[in-house]
């Protein structure tokens, strides 16, 4: 079955460190992944995607995302949090050409000044 | 402004009253979608639209309604709300040309069920 798994239902950083979130995915080839952003009483608003090439993607808001293919992993990574990162992250697949996308259960994002 | 409006943001209704959630987009979006979210669980597709007048299950349709007569509207109907529907419910969009696949969000309804 396809599924999306996000192993760290919260997570707490001090800003100025770095962030690793978590994502592993299973499905039957490789999908379309995503990484989304949802701030406290919003919508979500997406962060990068990956569909094929150079495995190192960038995004907004100075994140970054590595799909490994041996690992079914697509990690989300920033070098410096600042406070303004504290909100939940969901990590997203979807079928090439498909119209259905499979979310993780999130991982929030505690920053600690 | 590009964007995903959804109405009513609020909404706490009894078991069994029919409501419908509005959803419009002014981007001009062949495909939109509703989800719904739960703690633990994040955000579950309850049905999805390619364009006018064609509509699929996601994988949570049980209990919903959805239709798509013109292309920027999109409502999901509760024909008899029950109290495990009380959840949050995004509605998004995107386009189905290009390469994107980029959906873009409204900012969402919270429903309770009593």
Redesign the interface.
Known sequence: AQS?T?PD?HITVSEGASLELRCNYSYGATP?L?WYVQSP??????LL?Y?SGDTLVQGIKGFEAEFKRSQSSFNLRKPSVHWSDAAEY?C?V?APGG????????TRLFVKA | EAQ?TQNPRYLITVTGKKLTVTCSQNMNHE?M?W?RQDP??????IY?S?NVEVT?K??VPEGYKVSRKEKRNFPLILESPSPNQTSLY?C?SRTTGG?S???Y????TRLTVT
Do not use: C, H, W
């Open positions: 999306v996000q239902i379309y995503f009483g919003q919508g979500l608003q997406l995607k569909f969901f997203a979807g119209f259905k996308t499979i979310f993780g259960a999130g | 995903v495909y979608s989800y633990g669980l994040g955000l579950r597709q999805y390619m699929d996601g994988d995004f998004a390469n696949y980029e959906q969000f409204g900012p969402g």
